[in-house]
């Protein structure tokens, strides 16, 4: 460069960028050179995606090229593809919804016809697959996705296959796979949206994936309908065939299988509220069996079913005409709690009210649809003639009843009466109610003078009880009117007050001395209260308890003379079953009403019979015998079945608030109690209210409705039973007391200290006993010599008898011996209540 020149600032720089460039060198010419190759290179270089189009003028240049559209489909669906990957991947199923999986409680009758469903929301037992008849696999893959065995859980071929026969009018199979209704049916809504069709794809894509084939298959039998209310298949199977689901045939499941296609119009019995004419029973039924054909013939084409087995299955499987809705009103709700709360009690797989509340549970009952429908039939009959509240409105109201009925032979109750309505009176009659159970209690008090015997009353009491004497029916005991009550050593029984005991019968009627046997046929308190005693009441209390009576706080207190005339209140499921030990030669089996229970189609709980030898036949005999005398000749007679053997014990408390028959054959023990009871079921201490002039009666008895209602039961529940004698009791026991005397003995004078107020009603002349034709007069027995002799009778003798007893009317112009509570010394009149409501204190009573 020369001097004075002035630099040039481009010239070195400039060469390196066109170095970089790949200029290589310098070209002449100058700068205007330079940039003219430039543009020259840009104006030649291709552009990723051409648009608008180079090269191209006026609207041709934006018309996108073949080319274009396809590279940019392409990638669309890459994209979606990617999308689709990654929701996929993402995609969780959703635990099937709770409708879904809800099940509800089935209760069985005892011949194994459904009750009702209750407990649930939903119709529904579900099974495991295992439990699910392969014919009813095969019948509904054939029928609804023949490739699910092998698909991923969507069928494309299957869609098509759906779409072309639909086209030409065919039947079809759905186009929608098993996998696809299955997560239709539980994880997902019903609406029809483009939202839930996407959701159900991918859904059915992973479950497909993730999911087993069995598990599959066994939700979706689980959660389909089959119509008349029943979800999954156990449920259906009841419903259609009043069988289990494993029961089912090949022709049953093809069935059944049709019924997934819309049950609405494949149930032969019809479905008028849906259409009249499309679904009538006669469409419904041609429809039916034009698929039940088609699905066995497609069992044949896909190799699942031979030609040989197809050719056995020529009738339509028809099934069974549906059952109406049971309702928990009625006797129904009483029997499900019982039930319900027998199962809680005796399972011993734990199973607690809360997990039975989510149902599931297939609860098989011992219940006898027809025996209930007929207990309910006696009593209302005797509630519609006779009990009027509008007519008597202070005599007739809360006005209740209650019965049960066990089989001797087993324990198992067969029926049972709660109260006129469970939805509307919910206390259970047939459980304790509080209603004491008076002379019905006898019996007990006669099994244990016979089973431990009278105490020695000349030893001291640690002797006394190792020295007894063994107590026949035939023994002597006296049957005066009030009674004074001794220890067993003969000194008079005193309270904590030191006040006596003074023992009344029913009407203050004396009977002077009488055997244990008349005693029980009239009733009279007075000899029973005093066996009570000799023997020792906590004995009493074991027989009962021993027979089947249970020592709750329905037992009352045994420490006091009443306890042996009924104070206690236990129900009459118990005096039932306590009854039935009698009836058994002393076999003694606790009642029990659920024989079964299933949940998922297992068994989970089985009744298994225990009998225990609570009393010596020739003891349970003899009981029996002298309660048969009872309704033969006794307060019992309207309980009388004519060709058949019946034992029975009537029972009437004090205030007359309750009123009892207990009865036997040897088949059937029931018991039935009628009461009056304040009608506010909020109240714990409820008090029971006196029926003197309900129904139009003087007072009512154990013989009185009652005894009329067991009858009329008992006569039904026995036709068809084969006519069974009762044993011949055997002589037991040695005849303790005193030998009666010839004449008459009068009623006892009150002391200075006990009331001299005379009875509304003067106490009757003592009579003497007529003995059952069956007693054979003992050498001392002069009354029954007397009688047989054609000595003084009992009262009027009416039709025969010697007892002052009708052979029917309600009474029987009896009284059985109401719990009576007899008098102390010291009151008033004479007499005490104990507690107003029945309870009993140590002076309540029972006869």
């Known amino acids: 460069m020369e001097h004075g020149e002035e630099p040039s600032y481009g010239g070195r720089a400039e060469a390196r960028r066109a170095a970089q460039r790949g200029g290589g060198r310098r070209r002449g010419g100058g700068d205007g050179a330079g940039h003219e190759g ?29 080319k274009l559209v396809s590279g940019l489909c392409l990638g669309f669906l890459g994209l979606m593809m990617g999308a689709a ?36 929301s939903v119709n529904r037992q579900s099974l495991e697959y295992a439990q699910i008849p392969v014919a009813m696999r095969n019948a509904v893959i054939s029928a609804e996705n023949k490739s699910f065995e092998d698909d991923r859980g969507i069928d494309p071929m299957g869609i098509a296959r759906a779409f072309y026969n639909m086209a030409k009018g065919g039947d079809t199979q759905g186009g929608s796979t098993i996998t696809q209704q299955y997560v239709k049916n539980s994880m997902l809504t019903q609406d029809q949206t483009v939202t839930r069709k996407v959701k159900e794809l991918f859904i059915t894509l992973k479950v497909g994936e993730t999911v087993k084939k069995n598990k599959v298959m066994e939700g979706y039998l689980n959660v389909s309908y ?3 209310g029943a979800s999954g298949l156990q449920a259906a199977a009841r419903a259609y065939y009043g069988i289990d689901a494993t029961e089912l045939d090949a022709s049953q499941c093809a069935f059944l299988a049709t019924l997934l296609k819309g049950a609405s119009y494949y149930d032969p019995a019809g479905a008028p509220d849906v259409d009249p004419v499309k679904a009538s029973a006669k469409e419904n039924t041609r429809r039916a069996k034009a698929r039940w054909e088609w699905i066995l013939d497609e069992q044949v084409k896909d190799g699942r079913m031979s030609a040989a087995e197809r050719a056995k299955y020529k009738t339509f499987p028809m099934p069974k005409p549906p059952q109406k809705d049971a309702k928990l009103g009625g006797q129904t709700g009483y029997l499900v709690d019982l039930a319900t709360k027998y199962f809680l009690a005796h399972n011993e797989q734990g199973v607690t009210e809360k997990e039975l509340a989510r149902g599931g549970y297939e609860i098989h009952t011992t219940f006898d649809e027809d025996k209930v429908k007929q207990l309910e039939k006696s009593i209302n009959a005797v509630y519609d003639a006779k009990i009027d509240p509008k007519k008597r409105p202070d005599k007739d109201t809360h006005v209740e009843f209650g019965g049960a009925s066990v089989d001797t032979k087993t324990g198992a109750i067969i029926a049972t009466y709660g109260g006129r309505n469970a939805t509307e009176h919910y206390t259970n009659n047939a459980d304790a109610t509080g209603a004491q159970v008076g002379s019905t209690f006898k019996p007990f008090v006669l099994a244990a003078g016979m089973k431990y015997g009278k105490r020695d009353p000349k030893l001291p009491a640690d002797q006394g009880q190792s020295d007894r004497t063994l107590v026949s029916p035939k023994s002597i005991y006296n049957g005066d009117n009030k009674l004074k009550i001794t220890e067993y050593n003969d000194q008079v029984w005193q309270n904590e007050d030191g006040e006596q005991w003074l023992q009344t019968n029913d009407g203050d009627k004396s009977y002077g001395d009488i055997t244990l046997r008349y005693a029980m046929q009239e009733s009279a308190n007075s000899p029973y209260v005093q066996l009570g005693m000799d023997v020792g009441t906590d004995k009493v209390k074991d027989v009962a308890v021993a ?29 039932a079953g306590s009854y039935a030990t009698f009836a058994t030669s002393g076999k003694q089996r606790e009642p029990f009403s659920v024989s079964e229970v299933k949940h998922k189609g297992e068994v989970i709980y089985k009744h298994e019979t225990v009998t225990k030898n609570a009393l010596e036949s020739v003891i349970s005999d003899n009981v029996t015998d002298v309660l048969k005398n009872v309704v033969e000749n006794g307060t019992g007679t309207p309980a009388r079945i004519p060709g058949r053997d019946v034992a029975g014990k009537t029972g009437t408390t004090d205030g007359n608030k309750s ?45 009185s409705f009652p005894a009329q209602i067991w009858h009329d039961y008992m006569v039904e529940a026995m036709k068809g039973k084969k006519v069974i004698d009762f044993p011949e009791p055997q002589p037991y026991g040695e ?19 006990e009331s001299t107020e005379e009875p509304e009603t003067p106490s009757p002349t003592p009579t003497t006993p007529s003995p059952s034709p069956s007693e054979t007069c003992q050498p001392l027995d002069w009354e029954c010599k007397n009688n047989q002799n054609g000595g003084s009778t009992n009262g009027n003798n009416t039709g025969g008898t010697t007892d002052g007893t009708t052979d029917g009317g309600t009474d029987a112009g009896t009284t059985d011996g109401g719990t009576d509570t007899g008098t102390t010394t010291g009151t008033t009149d004479g007499t005490t209540t104990g507690e107003e409501n029945g309870r009993g204190g140590i002076f309540g009573g029972g006869g």
């Not at 207190?557 to 118990?574: C, E, K, M």
Request: aromatic share 12%; hydrophobic share 30%; no cysteine.
């Open 659 to 703: 009123a009892w028959f207990v009865g036997y054959t040897p088949q059937i023990s029931t018991a039935v109690s009628m009461f009056r009871m304040d009608d506010d079921e909020t109240q714990k201490n409820r008090e029971f209210l006196e029926m003197y002039g309900t129904g139009g009666e003087k007072s009512i008895h154990g013989a």
């Open 735 to 753: 005849v303790v007391g005193e030998k009666p005397t010839p004449s008459p003995t009068p009623s006892p004078t009150p002391s200075p200290s």
């Open 226 to 228: 089959y119509g008349r």
């Open 547 to 575: 027979a089947g009576l249970r020592d709750d706080d329905y037992m009352a207190d045994s420490t006091v003379p009443s306890y042996s005339i009924g104070t206690s209140s236990p129900s009459a499921i118990r005096m």
């Open 85 to 120: 990957g990654i929701a996929y991947a993402l995609v969780v199923p959703p635990e099937p919804k709770d409708l879904a999986t809800a099940q509800n409680n089935v209760y069985y009758w005892a011949d194994d016809t459904q009750m009702v469903a209750t407990g649930g």
């Open 38 to 66: 430039r543009s020259h290179e840009n104006s030649g270089k291709k552009r990723m995606i051409d648009y608008p189009r180079a090269g191209k003028y006026g609207f041709r240049r934006w018309v996108p090229s073949w």
